[in-house]
Structures are given as C-alpha cells and as structure tokens.
C-alpha cells in the first residue's frame, strides 16, 4: 500500500539527514521533491498545491528546535499535514438515538460495494449488533444472490424482495426492509444500492428516492482507490447526486499511489471513514488518519519516539549531548550513563526499543531486556573514577577488581559493560550517519 509515495518521501528525508540547519533554499527544494512525489502518486493537484504551501510556510516558520535535527523535523511536520489530508481525527460511526441505524452503501459498479456491505455487517456484529443487510441493487440480476451470499459468509441476516412485494422497487424495498429490522430488532440497517459502471442520472436519483424514502444516518460513498485521479470526479458526482456523510475506500491493498485516499477528503470535505484492504470479510477496519500517515511515512513508530523525546527532553540538554556525539570517538561512558539515564526516563526499555523502526524482529531479545540490568550498570559506572569513564581502556585486572567490589558486581559484568561499551561505541559512529534521537545511544549529529 502506498510504496511509491512512501519510497519517494523516505529518499526526500534522508537527503536532509546531513544537514544542520535547513535554510530556504532546501526547503524550497524539499517542498519540490515533495510535490513531485504527491503528484506522481497521484494525488489531485489542488490538494498537492495546499499540502505543498502548509509544509513551506510551517518548514519555515519551524523554531531551531534542539531536541530534533532538521530532518526529523520535516518528517514530523509532513507526518502532521498527512494526517490532515486524510481527515485528522478518526471519524466514527453515528448511531441512531431511536435504533435501527440506517447506513446507506452508495458507489459505482465494481467499486466493491457488496463485499463492504458484507464486511461491514460482519464488523459491527462482532462488536455486539445485530445487523440486517438489505438488498436494494435489483438492477444486476445476480446482486441480490450475491448480497445472501456475503450476509450468510458473515452470519448476519439479509432483507430482499419477496415476490409480489414491490419486487423491482429498490425504494419500497429499502423502506420495508427498515419496518422488517425494527420488527426483528435489527439495530442497524445496510441498505446495499445499485451501482452502475459510470455515473449515470438515472443511478443518481434512484439513490437520492432511495436516500429520501429511509432517511438514513449515514450515507457513506463506496470508493475503489485503485481508480487514482478518476476518484475525485466519481466522488464529486456523488457528492453532488446523492450526497454522503463519510467514504469508504476499497481496494487499498492494491493501492501503490495513494492519490485517491489523499485527495478524497480535501475535495469532498467527508471524512474516509473505513477501509477495506482486500477480498476477505476480515480484511476491513476503521479508517485512522494518524495511523494511516504513519504507514505512508513508513517510519515505524519512530514518529512516537521523536514525540516522546521533545518531551522528555529538555532541549539545553539535547544540545549539549548532540554536541557531543558529533562522532563516535567522542563519546565516553559518561555519555553512556547519562544517555541510560534519560532514556530511563522515558518509559520501560523495552518499549522505547520496541518502537525503533526494524525492531520489530528482535521482540526476543526485547523481551530479555531488564531495566534493573540499567540500574546496575549505572552503579558499575558510578564506581568508576573520572579517568577511567573517559578512557575505558585504562581499565585493567585491578581496576576491574576494584570498581566491581565498588559497585557490588562480579567482575565478568564490569567486562561485560566495558565490552558492550565498545560495542556501543561503534554502533554510534555507524547510526550518527543514519537518523536517530538526540540524546539517545545511536542519537543524531
Ligand atoms: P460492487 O459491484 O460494488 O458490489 O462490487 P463487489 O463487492 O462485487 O466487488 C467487486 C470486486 O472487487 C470483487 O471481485 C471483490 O472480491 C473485489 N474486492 C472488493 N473489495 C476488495 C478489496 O478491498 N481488495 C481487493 N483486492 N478486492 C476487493
């Protein structure tokens, strides 16, 4: 999902992690990398346009922040206009006060309308409703079975035409269907509407009689993201046909671009509400825009990490440790204890790493980590005299000794530490290269 665009922002990140202090002339060079990867992933371009300017003026507004170098910086501000974009905050289902709920499925042929209804159903069943599918697409002579096919893959009940009954009136039947739930204690109503391949008029009023016949709560627009820039056309015809309340975007899973779940909710002004990410009933969930620009990004949670340590840290003291871990060389067990210190500070361990990106595969070894081992270094440290926190290779068999009946250790762990210091030591002349948290082991330049 998204790969383009997150492959394209990631190169345009990294080409700043060399840099101390941005000036004009690369924001103005990392907007432009930034529009070409918006419009390449085809994202409309007024929405481009907006994104673009609010990334320049915030870029260049932005405060010299000590606590984050300037590529982290970009990154958390292109974080915060994604989540924008794609609506801010998370927009939930509204319930009826006096049950059933009527949700009305609108969109065109093939857009995945009857797959949602069935994966909706399932959803809202699996948190306690009882919900009734309705089948109101009489126009495909296979919809209708189709429908019963889906509510019986999700165990929920369907409602279609029964001979005799208004059959071929998707509005008597739709208007039925909502007297039959609330007969049959169905709190929710799907009503699933007829899609054509193209936008059409007919298509359009029978939706809105359909709409007007059952009033319902929620009118959410069905939407294929694979369609790209052919979904702000569809998505204004409907909006201006039928009208919805929220968007559903099908067929993320074969979204390389993300044009269309970028543009929809700046054009239409609804929020994308769910989003399904493939064929099976399961592959479905609420739409968070804060979790869904973290994917784009593709950082992890490293986005929560940098969060955590603009808070965390005091910005003096980023600076001073930042200072010093301009290389590996300069750094000393001081560093090292200090550092330990303030990561402490910021949460059980384990979790901190946990959030690294890559990480993700060493929960083994996570799960080992003990932040009383931390306590203990640190008393191993404390032991120490001055010199020797400078120039751990001092440390000889007798100093060993020493600062391990100091510290109330054996003298393998102050091996060990010294040897893992080492290790350290190394490690941050590799990640000083690579982008990281100022103040933390690997931190940045
Ligand atoms: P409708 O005409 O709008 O009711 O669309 P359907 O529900 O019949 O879906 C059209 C096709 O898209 C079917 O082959 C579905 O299996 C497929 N489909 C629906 N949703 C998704 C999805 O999220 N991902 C993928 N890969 N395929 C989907």
Redesign the pocket.
Known sequence: MFETLSDRLTSVFSSLRSKGRLSDADIDATCREIRIALLEADVALPVVKDFVARIKERARGAEVSQALNPAQQVVKIVNDELIEVLGGETRRLRFAKNPPTVIMLA???????????GKLARWLRDQGHAPLLVAC?LQ?PN?VQ?LAVMAERAGVAVYAPEPGNGVGDPVAVARQSVDHARRQQHDVVIV?TA?RLGIDQELMKQAADIRDAVTPDEVLF?LDAMIGQDAVSTAGAFMEGVGFDGVVL?????DARGGAALSVRHVTGRPIMFA????KLE??DAFHPDRMAGRILDMGDILTLIEQAQKTFDEQEAAKMAGKLVSGDGFTLDDFLEQMMMVRRMGPIKNLLGMMPGMGQMREQLNQVDDRDLDRVAAIIRSMTPGERQDPKIINGSRRARIAKGSGVTVTEVNNLVVRFFEAQKMMKRMTQGMGIPGMPGGRK
């Open positions: 969109g065109l042929q093939g857009s995945g309308k009857t797959t949602l209804a697409d495909r919809a189709q699933d899609g069905v099908t067929k993320l899973d074969g399904s990410t493939g064929e592959d479905f």
